[in-house]
């Protein structure tokens, strides 16, 4: 394994790595991690309105994470598209609201469990 890394690539090999590293430099990566994060709770949040639409809808921030949410056809476009369209500002707000919409609907499944 170790000396797969060191093997030399063809072109096509050094011209990829060259761009992932040109992205890296010029802070593409932290933009695409942030992509990544957000097509990830766009699909968590789809899930959610699926097998618990209830518990999805409830909380504070439950509204900035669905409309995104029901806004977006996966027979059309891909997570990463649909959040790639999105304003900055519409993104901004979107990831700001995911962590505190997951804590509501986990607190809201917890207290389901405990009451039943």
Excluded: H, K
């Excluded at 942030?34 to 639409?53: Q, S």
């Amino acid at each position: 394994m170790p000396d797969s890394v060191a093997r030399p690539g063809t072109e096509f090999d050094r011209g990829r790595v060259m761009a992932a590293v040109a992205e890296m430099a010029d802070g593409g990566l932290s933009e695409r991690m942030r992509l990544d994060a957000a097509a990830r709770v766009l699909v968590v949040a789809r899930r959610m309105l699926a097998v618990a639409p209830r518990e999805a809808a409830m909380g504070a921030a439950a509204g900035a994470v669905l409309r995104v949410a029901r806004g977006w056809d996966p027979a059309v476009t891909t997570a990463t598209e649909q959040v790639e369209a999105l304003a900055p500002a519409d993104l901004d707000a979107f990831l700001a609201a995911a962590p505190r919409w997951a804590a509501s609907v986990r607190d809201i499944a917890a207290e389901t469990r405990r009451a039943a």
